[in-house]
C-alpha cells in the first residue's frame, strides 16, 4: 500500500506570494492532518480534515487554511507568504475519524522556502 | 492542555551501546495516547508505537523497548545494540481526549548520532 505522498517536494516563494500544498493520504484514509516543522517551534499542529470537514485548528493565523476534497486529498494554502512561514510542512493521514486513539502517518514533507 | 518534555537534545554513542531516549508529558485528561516516531534525515516522521492511558505494559520489538509509568508521567524509549542505522531525531508525542482532539502534541525531539 503506497504511504502518503506529498507535492511538491520542495519549494521557492518570495514575501506576499500564496502557495498550495497538496497531500493524498495512504489509500482507504479519510483524515489528513497538517503539521509545520521549524527549528525554533519544533513540530506543530495546523489543522485536521475528516470527510470535508475542518475538524481542528491549531494556534496558526488565518492566512494558513486547508480543504479536504471527496476522495480525502487536501491541500492548504498559505497567502501573503511571510519569512517565518519557511517550514518543513507535513501532511499525516489515519484511518478513520481522527480520534485521538488514531495512529497517524506521515508523508515525506513539503519543505517551502520563503525569500 | 498537553505538553511533552524530550530533556535530552541530542545524545551522542558508539554502536552497540545502549540508549534510552526521555519523554516526560503533562495532561489533565484522563484518556490520552502516547506515541514515538522516527525522523531520519528524509524528513518523513516514521511511526514506531502507541500507547493508551490505560495499558502501562512494557513493550519490547526487537531492539526497541518502551517503558510507560503513569505515576511519573514518563514514557522512555530504549534502543538496545544501537546501530548507526538508528541515528536519526526522534519524537515523542501526545494525543488527548475523544473524537474531538486536537492534533499530536510533540516534544522537542532528541537527536540520536549513533558513531561507528
Known amino acids: 500500500k503506497a504511504g502518503v505522498t506529498q507535492t511538491p517536494r520542495y519549494l521557492i516563494k518570495t514575501r506576499g506570494q500564496q502557495v498550495t500544498l497538496s497531500c493524498s493520504p495512504i489509500s482507504g484514509h479519510r483524515s489528513v492532518s497538517w503539521y509545520q516543522q521549524t527549528p525554533g517551534q519544533g513540530l506543530q499542529f495546523l489543522f485536521e480534515?475528516?470527510?470535508?470537514?475542518?475538524?481542528n485548528k491549531g494556534n496558526f493565523p488565518g492566512r494558513f487554511s486547508g480543504r479536504q476534497f471527496s476522495n480525502s486529498r487536501s491541500e492548504m494554502n498559505v497567502s501573503t507568504l511571510e519569512l517565518g512561514d519557511s517550514a518543513l510542512y507535513l501532511c499525516?493521514?489515519?484511518?478513520?475519524?481522527?480520534?485521538?486513539?488514531?495512529?497517524?502517518?506521515f508523508g515525506p514533507g513539503t519543505r517551502l522556502l520563503v525569500l | 492542555a498537553q505538553k511533552v518534555t524530550q530533556a535530552q537534545t541530542e545524545i551522542s554513542v558508539v554502536e552497540k551501546e545502549d540508549v534510552t531516549l526521555d519523554c516526560v508529558y503533562e495532561t489533565r485528561d484522563t484518556t490520552y495516547y502516547l506515541f514515538w516516531y522516527k525522523q531520519p534525515p528524509s524528513g518523513e516522521l516514521v511511526f514506531l508505537i502507541r500507547?493508551?492511558?490505560?495499558?502501562?505494559q512494557n513493550e519490547i520489538s526487537g531492539r526497541y523497548s518502551w517503558n510507560f509509568q503513569k505515576s511519573t508521567s514518563s514514557f522512555n524509549f530504549t534502543i538496545t545494540a544501537s546501530q548507526v542505522v538508528d541515528s536519526a531525531v526522534y519524537f515523542c508525542?501526545?494525543?488527548?481526549?475523544?473524537?474531538?482532539?486536537?492534533?499530536?502534541?510533540f516534544g522537542k525531539g532528541t537527536h540520536l548520532i549513533i558513531q561507528p
Open positions: 480534515y475528516f470527510s470535508e470537514t475542518q475538524r
Open positions: 500507547r493508551n492511558s490505560f495499558d502501562e
Open positions: 508525542a501526545l494525543r488527548a481526549g475523544g473524537g474531538g482532539a486536537d492534533g499530536l502534541t
Open positions: 499525516a493521514s489515519s484511518a478513520t475519524s481522527g480520534g485521538a486513539q488514531e495512529t497517524q502517518y
